[in-house]
């Protein structure tokens, strides 16, 4: 067998392990969510089928199969079939590039099956498309309510990676490189990235809960008021893989922010005087981060309303961007001219950038902004609030 | 900043795995319709097949028979790309960022100030508030 031919099997059995591990922690992600939002409003969850509901993911996914496969007759039949399947393959091929560990961890192979100089380029561009999969998916159904769904999803997702895209310049500045490799080095040297960009940080973790229609901006698939939005004319397999989409981009959001801001795979080195090499042991690390940034996409599922529409638009556009690009131009700055401080200056900087966020954001302003009465002008079509 | 592994690393390998990353996950998409549509039930009726409209007949629903929506989503798309070309042109700026400093900073401040005009003609047009 040729050099090449073995590597590319290699890859093809990494992609594949990766690919069914993320679908086996989709579905025990669902039935975690359930089992947690049953904790938090104080009922059991799902605890029948198998010990403690373990087997509930895996009737779910043997129903879906086995039920009836509908396509409605005004949808667009190629279109309609073609959009789970392009949502699915972008999320599940955006986890493939985080590195999980040091080159050579994983039984000396390494631990990530494609690694690009352009990481986070990449990354981002197949969130993007993820964007497709929604939008066309609404469009091909051919009916009201997906098409609501599918516009406000696609305005919603495309609005906030802007927000994305631009939180992570000042990063980019900091280390000067894009690949995953470069950032986690860094920080293993430096420090984890949150503390000299905490504002980036916050920016970024709001964009990935708009980037993937999670509470509380899960307008597209609002289910008191366009029925489930784009998902509405799906049935059996096509609605499961809609759902296993959006499961998979919140793992990937999580472990990106993970490695991204909080140092990867790399545990924290002052625990390294307690026990040696514990801050290298292989994916412990980023799966406790992954699985802390999961509670907190649950947790705010269970705690925050839902955004109405122009006030999710006035928060991307006329906060989260504006907020960016001061970020970046923060980090600029501070980068060029920096005087005796050191970095830590710049963490202050940042930290002062997050309390802006809050006293600007409209859930703080309206504590001096008394008029709480509107104008007769101002009361619109749109109803009350 | 290179690791390691990097010095080592072919990089057109790398884009041969990010085929095969995306070859294999959009053919569990194509296996997973596959295996629904051969294993479920096929018992569609007229009725079963109509689309939602809290038990109504649809009117003029289906692809392509002109609904319309507001041109909120038209200009919102367009900002956006706008501004996702500022970001594409940031992006080879940030990461060159300190080999070019300070001379690039007084550059991305004069960049960063010329989208802002546009960003306060949007704001002043009233182009992003939803009614």
């Given at each position: 067998m040729p050099d090449w031919l073995a590597t590319l099997l290699i890859s093809l059995l990494k992609a594949v392990l990766v690919v069914l591990g993320l679908l086996t922690t989709f579905a025990y992600m669902t039935l975690i969510e359930r089992r947690l939002l049953g904790r938090m409003q104080l009922r059991p969850g799902?605890?029948?089928?198998?010990?403690?509901?373990?087997?509930q993911p895996a009737a779910d996914a043997i129903k879906s199969i086995f039920k009836e496969d509908l396509t409605v007759t005004l949808a667009d039949k190629l279109v309609y079939t073609l959009a789970p399947i392009v949502a699915i393959g972008m999320a599940l091929t955006a986890f493939g590039g985080l590195p999980a560990g040091p080159a050579g961890s994983l039984f000396g192979e390494n631990p990530w099956v494609y690694n690009l100089d352009t990481g986070i380029l990449a990354l981002l561009a197949l969130t993007s498309m993820g964007v497709y999969g929604i939008f066309l998916g609404g469009w091909a159904s051919g009916s009201k309510y997906p098409i609501l769904g599918g516009l406000r999803s696609s305005a919603q997702m495309i609005s906030y990676e802007l927000g994305m895209g631009l939180s992570l310049l000042g990063l980019l500045m900091i280390v000067?490189?894009?690949s995953f490799h470069g950032i986690v080095g860094w920080q293993a040297q430096n420090g984890p990235m949150i503390l000299f960009q905490s504002l980036g940080f916050v920016l970024f973790l709001i964009s990935s809960f708009a980037e993937t229609n999670r509470?509380?901006?899960?307008?597209?698939?609002?289910e008191q008021e366009i029925v489930a939005g784009y998902l509405t004319e799906y049935s059996a397999i096509k609605w499961a893989l809609f759902q296993m989409a959006e499961y998979v981009n919140m793992i990937t959001a999580s472990a990106v922010m993970a490695t991204l801001f909080f140092g990867g795979w790399k545990g924290p080195q002052f625990l390294n005087g307690l026990i040696p090499g514990i801050s290298d042991w292989p994916l412990i690390w980023l799966i406790v981060k992954i699985a802390f940034f999961l509670f907190l996409f649950i947790w705010v599922r269970a705690t925050l309303p839902r955004l109405r529409y122009d006030q999710l638009m006035r928060f991307g556009w006329k906060l989260v961007l504006p907020l960016a690009l001061a970020n970046t131009v923060m980090t600029a700055a501070f980068l060029a001219f920096r005087g005796s401080g050191g970095l830590w200056f710049l963490g202050v900087l940042s930290l002062a950038g997050v309390l802006a966020l809050l006293v600007l954001s409209d859930r703080v302003r309206v504590l001096w902004n008394q008029s709480s009465i509107r104008p007769e002008g101002d009361i619109v079509r749109a109803g009350g609030d | 900043m290179r690791g390691g592994a990097d010095a080592e690393r072919r990089p057109t390998i790398e884009y041969a795995n990010f085929v095969i990353m995306l070859l294999v996950a959009l053919g569990i998409g194509i296996v997973a319709v596959l295996a629904s549509a051969l294993l479920g039930p096929k018992k569609a009726s007229r009725t079963k097949l109509m689309a939602y409209e809290s038990g109504n007949d649809?009117?003029?629903?289906?692809?392509?028979?002109?609904q319309r929506f507001p041109v909120h989503f038209y200009l919102v798309a367009m900002l956006f790309i706008i501004f996702d070309i500022e970001t594409a042109f940031f992006y080879p700026l940030a990461v060159a960022y300190q080999k070019l400093i300070p001379f690039a900073f007084f550059e991305a401040v004069t960049f960063v100030l010329l989208l802002l005009v546009g960003y306060v003609y949007i704001l002043k047009k009233k182009v992003l508030e939803w009614a």
């Open positions: 799902p605890n029948r089928v198998g010990p403690m509901g373990l087997l000067g490189t894009t509470t509380p901006f899960d307008l597209p698939e609002a | 649809p009117e003029r629903g289906g692809v392509g028979t002109g």
